[in-house]
Structures are given as C-alpha cells and as structure tokens.
DNA sequence: GACAAGTTGGCAAAGGTTTGCACAAATCCC
DNA sequence: GGGATTTGTGCAAACCTTTGCCAACTTGTC
C-alpha cells in the first residue's frame, strides 16, 4: 500500500491556475459569478490535479453535512433492505452518503446513534423507532428527523398504510366462510404492530366475527413456529400474521405438527418479502418499501426549506393485497 | 419542529470553566496532561452544557474521520446484512459510523462510493467486487482498503474459506453413490464463485466422478428456478450450487417440474442463511459471515500503525459442513 | 538559596473551505 | 464624458479543533 500523497486543495488550484482561492471556490459553489473564461479555465485546472473539494472543510463552515443516516431495528429484514435501497438510490443521485445502523430492537442504541449521526448528516430517517415518544421528540431537537412506520404529532413520517389491505384481506377471509381468526402479532413496541392489530380487530367486530389476538411475539421466525401450537389450540380457521416472517414461521411450524397451509389452516402475511421462498406461496400484503424509503429521502433532504412552508403531515403510502395459495375456504380442509 | 440552537463549543466550555480553549481540549484528546483537579472541573462544566467536540473541526485537522465505509454488491443477500450487523458491531464499541453503499453489482458504482467514502472515513471495507484487480488497486491508493471474499496481491482481505468444506461436502454425496453431479455457478465476476467452481472441479477429478459445470447465472432465486430443466435434462443426481439462494431456487423448480429433493436430486447450497425458510432444510456450508465482518473491521481500524508492521496477508475464515435434509443416496429415488 | 527538572496551562498557527465586503474595471445613461 | 450601475475578482474573517512551543509555577536537590 503506497503512501498516500496530500489532497489538492483550492489553493493549489488557485495558484496553477493564477487565480485567487474564493474565486474558485465559486466556481464550484456559485454558477454564474464568475465569468466563463475564467470558470473554464479554472474547471480544466482543476480536473488537471484531480481537485475534489474537501467534506471536512466544507461541512464545518456550512454547518452541515453531505450525508443521511438510516436507523433500523432490524436490517437482516428484507422489508429494510428494499427500504435502504430505494434510500441509497435517491440519495446517491444527490451524492449524499448513507449512513446506516441497526439497532437490535434497542432503544438506547437508537438514542446514541441518532445523536452520533447529528453531526455528520442533514438527518436522520428513523425507522420503527422502539423509543418513546417524546425522547423522539428530544431527538427532533437535535436533528432533523424524518420517521418511518411511526407517527408522532408534529414530525414527519413515512409509512405503510395496510389498514385498507387488510380489511379488504379479512373481508377475504370472512367471505370464504372463516368465522374463528386469529392475529399474530409482531414485536411489542412496533408502532405497525398496534395499527395492524387495531384494523383488524375493529374490523372482526364490524363484520361480526371472532377475532383471537395471541401473544405478543419478538416477530421471529422461530416464533411462528412455536404459535403452531396455540393456534391449533384456539382451533381457529385462520391466521393474519403480522408480517412474512412469522407467517413462514406458521406455516412450517403448522407443517411440522402434521398440519398444512391451506388445507387445513389459511396464513397471511405482510409485507410481501418471502413470496419465492415459502411453499405455499403467501398469501400478504406489499408493503412498498421502495416508496417509502425513497419518499423518506426525498422529505429529509427538502426540509431545508423556511420551516413554516415545509409540510409536517404524515404520507401514508397505500399498501395492496397480493393473493397467492395459503387462504383456502376452511372447508377445504376435506379434501 | 423547534429552531436548534448553536452547539456548545470548546470556546464556551472553557469560558464557563475558566480556562483556556487548549487546556478543555487536552482534558478530552490527552487524559493526563491537565492536573486531575482542573479535569474534573472542566468535565462537570462540559456535562452541563453538553458539549461534544465537533466531528468536522477535528476530521478536519486530524485528517482523518471516525467512520468506515462499507461497500457491497447486494446488500438483500442475507450472507451480507450478517456480515453488516457483525461489523456494526465492533464499530459501534469504537464509536465509529458506517457508511453503507450497495453497489446492485455495478463496477462503476463501487468505484465511485469509495472515491466519496475516501475522505469521510478511515477505510473502505469492499466486498465481493466486482471491480477489476487494477482498478480496486487505484482506489486502494486514494483510501486504506480491506477487500472481503476476493483476494488481490499486495491488499489486505478477509475471506470464506470453504474449500475443505466444500471437498467434504462433495465427498459424502460420492460417498452416497453420486457420480454425476452438477454445479451451479453464482455471478460471473465474484471471485468466490470461481473459488468454489475450482475446488469442487479439481474434487470431482481426483475423486474420479463426472462433473458438469452448468451456465453462469446472476445469482439470483429466479436463476435457480430456471436451471431445474436443465439439471434434468443432464441427468445429474447431485447439485451443488454456488448459494443457498440458488439452492432455494433450484429446489423450488425441480418441485415445480414434479421433482423432489432428496429424493430425486440432492441439492447443497451455500452460506447457511436459509435454514429455517425453505424445506426441505438445505445442507450447505457455514459462511461465518459475522466473524468476516468482524475481522475486516478490525484490521481496517489497527491499519493506521506503520504501515510496514501490518501484516498484509490475506485471512480466511474457515467454512464448515451443515447437514441437513437435502442430501440423500441417489437410490433414495425408488422411495 | 540557587538551580534543575517536572508540571500545568496558555498562545497562536494550522487545517481547507465559504462568504461578506471592498475594490477595480467595464458598461451604461443622458 | 462624467457619474451611476453592473460585473468580476480578491482580501480576510470565520467555522472549531488540535498541537508545538513557551511561560510560569512547583518541587526537589545540594
């Protein structure tokens, strides 16, 4: 590994170029305020000698960084990896780097690293924060922050809204004759969790039928598997799941007790990430991370803005049901 | 979302503590150089108004920046968002960031987030590139580089070893009476792939057995499906293919063309990062991915010493066997 | 009591950029 | 053709920290 040599800067680009430091500084950051001849001439030098303006330098003066940061609880989740990226995609065109750190589910981790990536970003998109809401809040102060599946009053967010899909899912359901459903829920803290689980029970009561909210789960694999058996228990027709990977976990857990999927049990899920993995194919419900993520960016990065003018609502991007082969009619379980 | 305000700087603390800028900046940078007394005073000062030094302002002078980058083909690829969570890891007890970029297997992308990268972090960890050996020897010039699963002369890398695993692998399916086996290949420019290609060929030579080295594919699940055909079409008993996502693929479209695995054809995978999705459980080899991103971490940040004690061989994490229900006798069939 | 050695803390330069202000030259208006 | 305006460029301060060097003070020694 050779040593590296020291980086050109403005001032040997001014010098080769016979120029002044600010005025190819300008030529950089002000189009237009220096004349043509001069602008090109400066630009060729600088591409002679390889400049390429230092971040540090820069950042410190302006006050701000060329970067994000993207915080999740879980990156080995697929929905993230979409999310990320669509993220990366939109923030490279703006040449923005990505910052990015999982969590573990852990609060404080969550804290610390939106406070580590103060200082180096424009902001921050936290995902599924497992945080309280107003030590949120305290980060707000001290970063720009853009949430993702979570809505706190007064921030922006990005989210998947399912709670139309999954009406429409349990209408399905419903329709085809289950009377007995049960939901199995995601990780305790999770903002997506409560909304889902909400939807769906209000929705079991308007349509009249019996809806079995089961323990909460850590939302792994491992744990679809173990709620086999209390959904066997319950003797329940159906399961909505609160995303993919418990349902695989279901169904192979179900599998394992000699059970099949959808014979003998119907399995939704969310979020549409395991549809080429699991046999039967799921039956779920997209959750477009894509956009989300690249909405996320896109909000983060236009905030700059006069503050008053930048919208604060909440963008609820509209999730879709995608069927596959594990809803069945309960009957089917005859043949 | 409220204004926020100026951050506290070494100029305010050392005012509120009544000393000099330079002396709160030893407190913090050379523990032992302030007497024990003003120490403790300036720290409780700097507590209460909550400074923490500007990462710029020091990057800037120090040249250099607590952050690594990291730099992948696909981060969806579960070997990978493994390997992140373990390099995370070890970051984060250094209080460093990571940068994250995915490259979706372009070689001009990967050139270019490392260029970004080079001057807002202290190295670039570079994984699976598919950049040529001339050009990753470029960027290693501009910024201290630590490749993972690619090897190039003269740079530091941090690698799966699974040859040993691989030639026990292919043994035990000779063992079972397999004489006609197959590998599929994963992406064309990854390194491991032509690694893998090599030990199972040389294998399959010495130990005397026919094998047939099907179509480069992009590696992906759809990659696997399609190449069930073509796996009947030769006649091969045993597939041993270049990742479990492959594997995955393959299994599912040898289901679809009413073939079973084992007993139709065995199927070995690679990576160990499906287990519990897709059934029947697939036999593969352990990729060690956390402990890859542990050490590649590890020997990017204790680079900085002189340069000539680093030792500049490249490391392999050795692979191992995971039996699981994929592999059968090839006479199996007749069940 | 003088001198050496060690401790402690301050001054100021340096790192590379952006940007307000000033100045000079060119252009315009009547 | 002289004053007003526009255009193009440079000077120097500012951003916040680290660090080499120096000054002052303390302690120890003979």
Chains 1, 2 share one sequence.
Not at 85 to 94: M, Y
Not at 255 to 279: A, F, K, M, Q, Y
Request: charged share 25%; proline share 5%; hydrophobic share 40%.
């Amino acid at each position: 590994m050779t040593r590296r040599t020291r980086a050109t800067t403005l001032k040997d680009v001014a010098e080769a170029a016979g120029v002044s430091i600010s005025t190819v500084s300008r030529v950089f950051s002000t189009p237009g305020r220096i004349s043509p001849e001069t602008a090109d001439r400066v630009k060729e030098v600088a591409r002679r000698l390889r400049f390429s303006p230092n971040v540090m330098a820069r950042s410190l003066i302006t006050g701000t960084a060329p970067n994000v940061g993207l915080v999740v609880p879980d990156i080995s989740n697929p929905y993230m990896t979409t999310l990320l990226k669509a993220a990366q995609k939109v923030s490279r065109s703006h040449r923005i780097g990505v910052f990015v750190a999982d969590t573990d589910d852990d609060a404080d981790i969550e804290r610390h690293v939106c406070e580590q990536f103060a200082q180096q970003t424009r902001g921050v998109i936290l995902c599924a924060p497992r945080m309280t809401a107003s030590h949120i809040r305290e980060i707000a102060q001290l970063v720009p922050l853009v949430l993702v599946n979570r809505v706190v009053d007064g921030l922006l967010s990005v989210y998947t809204d399912s709670r139309a899909a999954l009406r429409e899912l349990m209408d399905e359901l419903v329709g085809l004759g289950h009377e007995r459903i049960a939901y199995l829920p995601g990780p305790a803290g999770s903002w997506s969790n409560k909304q889902r689980a909400r939807t769906v029970t209000e929705r079991a009561k308007t349509l009249g039928v019996e809806l079995i909210r089961l323990e909460p789960t850590a939302g792994l694999h491992a744990d679809g598997v173990d709620a086999a058996r209390t959904v066997l228990d319950f003797g329940v027709t159906a399961v909505m799941a609160f995303d993919d990977v418990l349902a695989a976990g279901l169904v192979e857990g179900l599998r394992r007790l000699g059970r099949s999927v959808p014979d003998d049990v119907s399995v939704t899920g969310h979020d549409d990430i395991l549809s080429e993995l699991v046999h039967p194919g799921l039956t779920t419900v997209t959750g477009q991370s894509s956009r989300v993520g690249q909405l996320a960016v896109a909000r983060l990065l236009e905030t700059p803005g006069p503050a008053e003018t930048t919208p604060t609502e909440s963008i609820g991007v509209k999730a879709t049901v995608v069927r596959r082969r594990s809803v069945a009619a309960p009957d089917s379980r005859s043949t």
